[in-house]
């Protein structure tokens, strides 16, 4: 068996709001159980962490994503057998093969979002790993909730605090809808789950913004037209630049978001390229706020 690397890495954060690289560890091979601390550190510091260079195999890259707690098995969709032998990777492409899309989300625009806050309970996290990229586009976004949160206006700040806001189930963020759902037209009809709008992270006890995805988003017990209001308030502020940092992709490429203080998203591309990648999520609990974490002198 391969004795676990103890290898002496590097965190280089971005410079931008979020975002780090992590040099100095090659993920082929098993890590002691001090690099994985730095490693989770790092990441809970970052919000989202890259792996350049890698060369990962699925066993690979399920053995780091367990380091951080269960998977998740990926939903079954477009490309992936019944007897597949790695349940927990989604392979994430535009690729067609004899005309069947051989993965998810396909070359448009995804919007941004948190993964799966529609669940009740919803992944700490997910592990993004690129096998082939396009020459442009299809950059992924990713950005900062807690510093949404902490620079939010005070008049928003506690407009917000004891709401709760449902979030849509019926569409993913490519807007399409999924199978099984039908189309609604207002908010309050929306099927999905429903969470506080601030939440504690469970580890870093800080703060964050809890938004998932704005379309028929709704804030439980207003009505409609002050719901819409206040989401279009918070979302103008959440997603602007000083809070963002993009992921240019190469091939090699592995990075993991903190999807419970992060939002993502991607760019489209050029249907003719192609752009493979396989993807893992770790699960999670159910979102809450701890009162406790609140200086009501803010
Ligand atoms: C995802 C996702 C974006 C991308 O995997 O959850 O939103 O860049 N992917 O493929
Ligand atoms: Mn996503």
Redesign the pocket.
């Known amino acids: 068996m391969d004795t676990p690397q103890r290898a002496n890495i590097s965190v280089i954060p971005t410079g931008a709001a979020l975002g780090a690289d992590v040099v100095g560890v090659g993920l082929a091979k098993p890590i002691s159980a001090e690099t994985f601390r730095q490693i989770e550190d790092a990441w809970h510091t970052h919000l989202v962490l890259r792996f350049r260079g890698q060369r990962l195999d699925d066993p690979a890259l399920l053995r780091f994503a367990r380091l951080f707690g269960e998977l998740d098995k990926a939903p079954i969709h477009a490309g992936r057998e019944v007897e597949d032998p790695f349940p927990e990777i989604?392979v994430?492409s535009n690729i067609r093969v004899d005309g069947k899309p051989i993965g998810n989300?396909g070359h448009y625009e995804?919007v941004w979002?948190t993964?799966m806050s529609y669940n009740e309970k919803c992944p700490i996290g997910?592990l993004?790993y690129s096998l082939e990229v396009p020459p442009q586009g299809?950059n992924?976004g990713f950005s900062n909730m807690y510093q949404a949160w902490d620079t939010l206006p005070a008049a928003l700040r506690r407009e917000i605090l004891g709401r709760f806001c449902r979030h849509d189930s019926s569409r993913n963020?490519a807007g399409e809808l999924r199978k099984g759902f039908s189309d609604i037209d207002d908010p309050r009809d929306a099927p999905g789950a429903i969470h506080p709008l601030l939440r504690t992270h469970p580890r870093t006890h800080r703060n964050c913004l809890f938004l998932g995805r704005r379309h028929n988003a709704y804030i439980m017990g207003l009505p409609l037209d002050e719901s819409e209001d206040l989401l279009n308030q918070l979302w103008a502020h959440a997603t602007q630049p000083c809070f963002e940092w993009y992921q240019v992709w190469k091939a090699g490429d592995l990075v993991m978001w903190d999807n419970r203080c992060a939002m993502?998203?991607?760019d489209a591309f050029d249907p003719d390229s192609r752009?493979l990648?396989h993807?893992t999520q770790v699960s999670g609990d159910k979102p809450y706020f701890d009162p406790k974490t609140l200086d009501l002198r803010a």
């Open positions: 989604t994430m989300l995804a979002h993964d997910s993004l299809g992924t963020s993502h998203r991607r752009r990648m993807r």
